[in-house]
């Protein structure tokens, strides 16, 4: 099993900036690809970002130019960079590893931006 520990959420005005961390341990080996989720308060977990160990990346369109995920692997940390926030982007945003036994995920951070 992969633990994954987010930090870096927190209350910005529409506009700014946030960079979300994402710290992994356990299982390093078996991780496929390590990527972020979200969920809106009264809305379904969204896809948000990933990134492969080949370094592809996909990326929602609703963040696509605004959000750009990294990922260190000497550290065991993946980090999302997120600019220009809207308050459409409030939620509690989750790290995730992909494994062969499908997603882990960590308990969340949440992330507020004021209009």
């Known amino acids: 099993q992969v633990r994954l520990v987010e930090s870096g959420g927190g209350l910005v005005q529409a506009g700014g900036s946030l960079r979300l961390s994402c710290a992994a341990s356990?299982?390093?080996?078996?991780?496929?690809?390590m990527g972020w989720s979200r969920q809106a308060p009264g809305k379904e977990r969204e896809f948000v970002a990933e990134i492969t160990n080949g370094g592809s990346i996909n990326y929602a369109d609703s963040v696509k130019g605004r959000f750009t995920i990294s990922r260190d692997n000497a550290k065991n940390m993946v980090y999302l960079q997120m600019n220009s926030l809207k308050p459409e982007d409030t939620a509690v945003y989750y790290c995730?590893?992909?494994?062969?036994?499908?997603?882990?995920w960590g308990q969340g951070t949440q992330v507020t931006v004021s209009s």
């Open positions: 995730g590893a992909l494994r062969h036994t499908g997603w882990d």
């Open positions: 356990g299982s390093i080996f078996s991780i496929n690809a």
